[in-house]
């Protein structure tokens, strides 16, 4: 609401790196102490490719408001809402992806619709490089460090039992990917569910920071 960059709609503030969801895909700025004496960022883009460009939604209101007090007064941002959960409904089409977490694990869910058609999911990082592990992990350098996205897992729900779905990533080139499925039931939603391992705190930003005393109240 007008306290970052105006093509964002919602950003995560970690202690090392910071999130910023926009229509066409995920901003990750990583901390990169041998920039600017330290308070430089290297920046990685999750674009999402040949998708329908919407802005996403909060879902899932969270007890947290945030407020900014910087600059001059009319230029505060006081009580602003947080949601547990994100989406983007029909990215590709019949395809939804929605993003939630905890605070050391970044969830994002792609649900395909009966007839949609997954191998229309694929997404790509700029300003890094990416490589499967024998895990089958994702691993996602840059210069500034990385991530991992965990080996992803798959399943439909069908008469009340939850039934796995082989499913792997799909690697394009060193940047590109997307995901590989075993046999599934295109009739039923299919669910594919990967996991970004990174820490996302709420204390703290890109620069030093100390804490001397914390208060709290009722």
Do not use: M
């Not at 090392?16 to 430089?40: I, N, Q, R, S």
């Not at 290297?42 to 999402?48: A, E, G, R, S």
């Not at 505060?76 to 905890?102: C, E, F």
């Amino acid at each position: 609401q007008g306290q970052v960059d105006e093509r964002v709609a919602f950003t995560v503030q970690g202690s090392d790196k910071t999130l910023y969801f926009a229509a066409d895909g995920v901003t990750f700025a990583l901390a990169d102490p041998t920039l600017d004496e330290g308070g430089g960022r290297w920046i990685v883009k999750l674009d999402f490719l040949d998708a329908n460009a919407a802005l996403p939604i909060g879902q899932e209101r969270s007890e947290t408001v945030v407020s900014y007090f910087t600059g001059p007064r009319e230029e505060w941002h006081a009580g602003l809402p947080t949601y547990a959960r994100i989406a983007y409904p029909d990215l590709w089409d019949g395809i939804t992806l929605t993003y939630s977490g905890t605070v050391n694990r970044l969830k994002h869910e792609f649900v395909v619709q009966p007839g949609a058609d997954p191998a229309r999911i694929r997404l790509a990082y700029r300003g890094a490089t990416i490589r499967l592990n024998e895990a089958g992990q994702l691993e996602v350098s840059t210069p500034a460090g990385g991530f991992t996205d965990d080996a992803p897992l798959a399943y439909q729900e069908v008469n009340g039992r939850r039934v796995p779905v082989a499913v792997r990533y799909a690697l394009a080139d060193d940047a590109t990917y997307g995901f590989r499925l075993g046999d599934y039931d295109p009739g039923l939603p299919l669910v594919i569910d990967p996991v970004v391992l990174i820490h996302c705190g709420y204390i703290g930003g890109v620069n030093d920071d100390r804490g001397n005393d914390i208060a709290v109240d009722a």
